[in-house]
């Protein structure tokens, strides 16, 4: 591996060569520094009307555009998407749940869904739904793709 541990650094000549290399891009690194916290709220409960409203909204905010119906990352988007850079990018496909960029907890996917993905074509919600809609489509999301066996009814 050409890249050296560091475990043999204290901490502080960790944070010192950190803040060094984040001199080569002050710009990037700027920006991360006033990014906003999004605090998640408490879950909404999992129930069938829940899970039926998610699947509506999946639907009526055009996340199977990108994702498809099936969350298999076959929308019919996916051939023309491009992140920030003008690469090509496929979204992940929501049955891997352990490829999940953000984390796949329910707190994980609802901040996702909040924030969106920077560099990605995942865009925030943030202002689309509200807390409530968008625990239910977290609920939809965890029930189809993540813990299909959670035993609530389809």
Excluded at 40 to 68: M, N, Y
Excluded at 90 to 109: F, M, N, Q, T
């Amino acid at each position: 591996n050409a890249m050296p541990t560091w475990s043999h650094l204290p901490p502080d000549s960790k944070h010192a060569v950190i803040a060094y290399l984040k001199t080569f891009a002050p710009k990037k690194f700027a920006r991360q520094a006033r990014a906003k916290v999004v605090p998640v709220p408490p879950r909404k409960e999992s129930t069938r009307e829940s899970i039926l409203a998610g699947k509506q909204w999946f639907i009526d905010i055009e996340c199977t555009k990108c994702h498809g119906m099936s969350g298999r990352a076959d929308g019919p988007s996916t051939k023309t998407l491009k992140d920030a850079w003008d690469n090509k990018i496929v979204p992940p496909d929501l049955s891997k749940p352990w490829l999940y960029i953000g984390g796949s907890k329910a707190e994980d996917i609802y901040r996702t869904l909040a924030t969106g993905l920077t560099g990605s074509a995942m865009p925030a919600i943030e202002g689309t739904l509200t807390e409530d809609q968008t625990w239910d489509l977290v609920n939809f999301l965890m029930h189809e793709f993540i813990d299909p066996g959670n035993n609530a009814p389809r």
